[in-house]
């Protein structure tokens, strides 16, 4: 999948990037991401886990391949505060087809996340193959530490399943 409005988005919001990790980005794509802002960027296939610290990274870049809810809660875990995950993924043609849908994106990052920017294309290339939705969405700091909590109780935890 191609990252050029990733790229466009990154270089919208940051003149300079001091610390990045692409996830699941090719070579070329990751040469020009390097290329793109400075700093240091670090790249690992998609893993159910990343092998780094928390609050290690100003940016993560991820492949539309790698997008799940686990993914989306390791970029969390990584990010320092007030840091963007930046993604680009196939959007659903169709009720039966794959892909996401703008609801799907929002219920994947609403724990962790405010949506900063979500491009479509333009609306006459609706219904056609191959369009794709480019998320911003911003690391949200408050609740990091503590959950949600309503008349003394524990009403909301970021990323812990509901059971």
């Known amino acids: 999948m191609s ?3 990733v790229f466009a988005s990154l270089t919208h919001r940051y003149q300079r990037v001091r610390t990045g990790l692409a996830v699941g980005i090719a070579d070329p794509d990751y040469d020009i991401l390097r290329a793109l802002r400075g700093g ?8 159910p886990e990343f092998p780094f610290e928390d609050r290690q990274f100003e940016v993560v870049v991820m492949d539309g391949s790698a997008v799940s809810r686990d993914s989306v809660r390791e970029a969390h875990r990584v990010l320092r505060p007030e840091g963007c995950l930046f993604f680009t ?3 659903k043609s169709g009720q039966d087809g794959d892909g996401f849908s703008a609801p799907d994106i929002y219920k994947i990052v609403r724990e962790g996340y ?3 920017e979500l491009k479509r294309p333009p ?3 609706f219904g056609r193959r191959g369009r794709t939705l480019t998320v911003c969405a911003r690391k949200k700091n408050w609740r990091e530490h503590r ?3 309503r008349d003394g109780a524990l009403a909301l935890m970021p990323f812990r399943s509901r059971t």
């Open 147 to 149: 959950g949600l909590v």
């Open 114 to 116: 405010d949506i900063v």
């Open 123 to 125: 609306w006459w290339v």
């Open 3 to 5: 990252l050029e409005s």
């Open 40 to 47: 240091v960027w670090m790249q690992v296939p998609l893993t």
């Open 89 to 91: 993924v196939q959007e």
